[in-house]
């Protein structure tokens, strides 16, 4: 399974950015996707989960998101996005889409703490909010 970000750059404080995981190689089964951010020096910090099998599950947030993102699949593109608005200056980091293979039941919000279950990580889109 091979991961590529885009979408990163830099903004101002209130602006928005749309980030797009795609998803290619063996796919099969890597059905969970998460996005997590980092710092330089610290652990990566869950932003949000997503199941993509089936009819797809419901999301779930970092409670530093408190509503301002969201996690979609994006059937025409074929990407996984988180949308971002009203960027904070502290969601400044190096943004990670991560994919692993997982039942439903297993891809929820406890993995947002759990970076370590995901397998599979693409190279991560920097994020600059000044």
């Known amino acids: 399974v091979q991961l590529v970000e885009s979408g990163g750059g830099s903004v101002q404080v209130g602006g928005s950015l749309r980030l797009s995981c795609a998803q290619s190689?063996?796919?099969?089964?890597?059905?969970?996707i998460g996005w997590f951010r980092q710092d330089p020096g610290k652990e990566r910090e869950g932003v949000a989960v997503?199941?993509?099998?089936?009819?797809?599950?419901?999301?779930y947030y970092g409670d530093h998101v408190n509503g301002r993102f969201a996690i979609s699949r994006n059937n025409v593109k074929n990407t996984v996005d988180l949308e971002m608005h009203n960027l904070k200056s502290e969601d400044s980091g190096i943004y990670y889409c991560?994919?692993?293979?997982?039942?439903?039941?297993?891809?929820?919000?406890?993995?947002?703490?759990?970076?370590?279950?995901?397998?599979?990580w693409g190279q991560g889109t920097q994020v600059t909010v000044s």
């Open positions: 991560a994919a692993e293979d997982l039942a439903f039941g297993g891809c929820k919000g406890d993995l947002l703490s759990n970076a370590a279950i995901f397998g599979h």
């Open positions: 190689g063996h796919t099969a089964g890597s059905n969970c």
């Open positions: 997503v199941y993509i099998g089936g009819g797809g599950g419901n999301p």
